[in-house]
């Protein structure tokens, strides 16, 4: 397997005075965040957050409001300085980079999408995707052939002239995009990008990203508050808390085995059948069941199952990696169906 | 301590508690009546000796050692290192710079009262800047208010004290902006420059007259000093202000993108202060006008001259005439800068483009022109939405 394109080790970030002391201090690290806040008026925004983000992989990092997402992100490209841990980027320490070094990985390695776009009003749409090209020193004509190329590919051809103030909420973070790719970077970071946005736009989005990455293939660490959107865009989601990691995993790895309560409370909402994988649902190889039975594989998703365990008379077998492993039948399916219904 | 408590202790029960508000008169009083008593001893005392008006001019210490400075200064002017590197060269550079505008536009050097480039000149020159920056309302005003200048005999010295207000506006800008930039980029120099400008602001203008006077001896080039010492400080605040203001996330999305500080400067925080610094420079312009005709009382020629004459001989008519010149110009100025601000607003080139339309929209204003509508259709298309969803510019406020 080749080396990861992020890789993040013991991160700690400590908001207030004196905030470099107590990752290094055992009994202060170990402290709730309302205790930490009350004897030392810090706020652990991260702790000790340690994962691998693969090449071209969507990772996601989800939590509610304040869990240190945000925070987290920044950490990445230094936007805001951690206390303390270690970022590889590419296997190069980002904490150990010097400034030079520290700008060259922001302007070609990593760049960022944000929630409230941060698009610079004096400027047309196309200025604004251009610029990080312009910061990297590139000639007008350059840029703006680049910045144009990039203008269709995120759908905003016939708008180069406009300012940020006369586009759509939507529009205006198709330009936020644009500006991110048009650097073409290795990995590319996004802060809550579509909250801000209404949901049916939110889901253009959804889908515009899901398509760039195809088309791509950039590595891509989404923070997002939307278990919905986490479920629909990642590969692996990271669920984090008060700043701690809560639990890592694929979608259905959340849903079917959540490591504790606050994590099925996170999912309970979940429309299983279009998350969860046969693997989920397969029960032990029956002897009734005909060895000619169909046969499908565990990594499908339970509602592309439906139709054929339904048009089945008999249960239908179920393989991973070209072994057998189980069965399922229409009780299976209609238990998930079930319990979604309830939990409705 | 503890003699205290003990006295306070058996003191207290003796006296009737009840009674103690209506006996014992208040504070205030007990003040008022010794003041009374105080003074009704001292008018005993004193009357008849040292009460009588004080002599009018008396040299007091403080009198004698500055006037020991000023024979000082007079006598050191032309060897004292202080005077001969800094103060002296400082004197010619700001005459230099006042006395090619006052040539320009006012008099000539040889005192010929018209200037270089003749009347007309000077009317045309002003008002094609009044339209470059401005637009043609104001390059009109600039005009009308210039040729009745000479209309009433007064065009000389309006445009000495144009030129004046140019050279110190000029020399504020020159030191104000790089000033506020810092203030605004770096919060100890903001700490270090804010009592300064305080300061600055809280002596009234009368005040540092006499010093600079004394230092760069009288005529424009201590009317000009004293002006950017009264101008400066709004220029340099806005300029902060302009700077500080500018949202984290916006900072954040440029310093995301790996900009130095120099770039950060050049392409986020001076066009986004641009406006906000030109309010400065308006601001600017006005303090320098008023303290440029106040700087008269120092020599400094112009309209002030005009009016401190005329007042020296009760010549209400010229006063008034020439207080009314004054007037205009500033409106002139007013206008003009004002005009330029506007136009330094972001995408204020479209909306002169796309015809006049109010750009303080409200806030809650989320329907746009019709750029704006067909904005949203194009983003559903781009997305694949449906016709027949939700009204399309719900989507439209960036703000929701
Ligand atoms: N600059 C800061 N100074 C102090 N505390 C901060 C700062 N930024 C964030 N925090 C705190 O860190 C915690 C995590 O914030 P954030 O990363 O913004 O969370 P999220 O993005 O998940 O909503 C919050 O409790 C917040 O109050
Ligand atoms: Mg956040």
Request: net charge positive.
């Amino acid at each position: 397997m080749n080396s990861p394109a992020i890789s993040v080790r013991n991160l700690w970030k400590v908001f207030g005075p004196g905030g470099e002391k107590i990752p290094g201090n055992r009994e202060l690290s170990a402290l709730s965040s309302a205790e930490l806040l009350e004897r030392t008026r810090c706020v652990a925004a991260v702790r000790n957050l340690s994962f691998d983000v693969a090449k071209g992989e969507v990772f996601v990092v989800m939590g509610l409001s304040g869990s240190g997402k945000s925070t987290l992100i920044r950490c990445l490209t230094r936007l805001i300085e951690p206390t303390s841990g270690q970022v590889l980027v590419d296997g190069n320490d980002v904490l150990q980079a010097g400034t030079a070094e520290l700008r060259e990985l922001r302007r070609r390695k990593v760049s960022m999408v944000f929630q409230h776009f941060g698009l610079l009003p004096h400027r047309t749409v196309l200025d604004n995707v251009s610029y990080g090209l312009q910061i990297r020193g590139a000639g007008k004509s350059e840029r703006h052939a680049k910045a144009r190329e990039i203008i269709e590919l995120v759908g905003l051809k016939g708008y180069e002239q406009h300012y940020p103030d006369q586009l759509s909420g939507g529009m205006q973070q198709r330009v936020g995009l644009g500006r991110a790719l048009a650097g073409d970077p290795d990995t590319i970071l996004f802060d809550e990008p579509f909250s801000a946005l209404d949901p049916l736009i939110r889901r253009d989005m959804q889908a515009e990203v899901i398509r760039l990455h195809k088309e791509m293939g950039k590595t891509m660490v989404f923070v997002t508050h939307d278990l919905s959107e986490a479920l629909k865009l990642g590969d692996r989601i990271l669920i984090m808390r008060n700043g701690e990691p809560v639990q890592c995993g694929t979608g259905d790895d959340l849903v079917g085995s959540p490591a504790d309560k606050y994590i099925e409370d996170f999912v309970s909402e979940v429309p299983r059948a279009d998350v969860l994988t046969l693997k989920w649902i397969t029960r032990p190889l029956a002897d009734t069941t005909p060895r000619d039975a169909a046969v499908l594989n565990s990594r499908l998703i339970i509602r592309d199952a439906i139709p054929a365990v339904m048009h089945s008379s008999c249960p239908v077998l179920v393989e991973e990696g070209g072994r057998i492993t189980g069965q399922i039948d229409r009780d299976s399916i209609l238990s998930v169906l079930q319990a979604a219904e309830s939990a409705a | 301590m503890s003699v205290v408590l003990q006295e306070r202790k058996t003191a207290r029960p003796a006296p009737a508690p009840v009674s103690e508000p209506r006996r014992r008169p208040s504070r205030r009083t007990i003040l008022l009546l010794s003041a009374a008593a105080i003074w009704i001893l001292g008018f005993l005392v004193l009357n008849g000796t040292a009460t009588l008006a004080l002599p009018a001019s008396e040299l007091t210490d403080l009198h004698r050692s500055l006037n020991q400075f000023n024979a000082w200064v007079a006598a050191n002017r032309a060897d004292n290192p202080l005077f001969l590197y800094v103060f002296t060269p400082l004197r010619s550079a700001v005459d230099a710079v006042a006395n090619l505008f006052t040539t320009t536009f006012a008099a000539t050097a040889t005192g010929l009262r018209l200037p270089e480039i003749g009347w007309l000149g000077t009317v045309g020159l002003l008002t094609w800047i009044a339209l470059a920056v401005g637009n043609v309302r104001v390059a009109l005003l600039t005009a009308a208010v210039f040729v009745f200048f000479g209309i009433q005999g007064l065009f000389v010295e309006a445009t000495y004290t144009f030129a004046l207000v140019l050279t110190a506006v000029l020399l504020t800008l020159l030191v104000g902006i790089p000033l506020g930039i810092l203030a605004g980029i770096y919060g100890r120099v903001a700490r270090v420059i804010t009592p300064v400008l305080d300061f600055m602001q809280t002596l009234p203008t009368f005040v540092y007259l006499a010093p600079l006077a004394l230092v760069f001896l009288i005529g424009p080039a201590s009317a000009v000093i004293a002006t950017v010492i009264y101008a400066a400080p709004p220029v340099i605040r806005l300029t902060a202000h302009g700077i500080r203001r500018i949202p984290d996330n916006t900072r954040e999305a440029s310093d995301s993108l790996g900009t130095t500080g120099l770039q950060r400067l050049l392409t986020l925080q001076l066009p986004m202060a641009r406006r906000t610094i030109v309010m400065g420079i308006n601001q600017g312009t006005m303090a320098a006008l008023s303290m440029v005709t106040i700087a008269a009382l120092i020599a400094a020629p112009g309209l002030g001259q005009t009016v401190v004459r005329a007042l020296q001989s009760l010549d209400v008519g010229t006063a008034v005439n020439a207080g009314l010149s004054i007037v205009l110009l500033a409106i002139v100025l007013d206008r003009v800068t004002t005009a330029a601000s506007r136009r330094a607003e972001p995408g204020s080139a479209r909306r002169r483009q796309a015809g006049p339309q109010d750009p303080r929209r409200p806030p809650g204003d989320c329907l746009r022109r019709s750029p704006g509508h067909g904005a949203v259709v194009q983003d559903c298309a781009v997305g694949g939405c449906l016709p027949g969803g939700p009204q399309p510019w719900s989507a439209d406020c960036p703000g929701s």
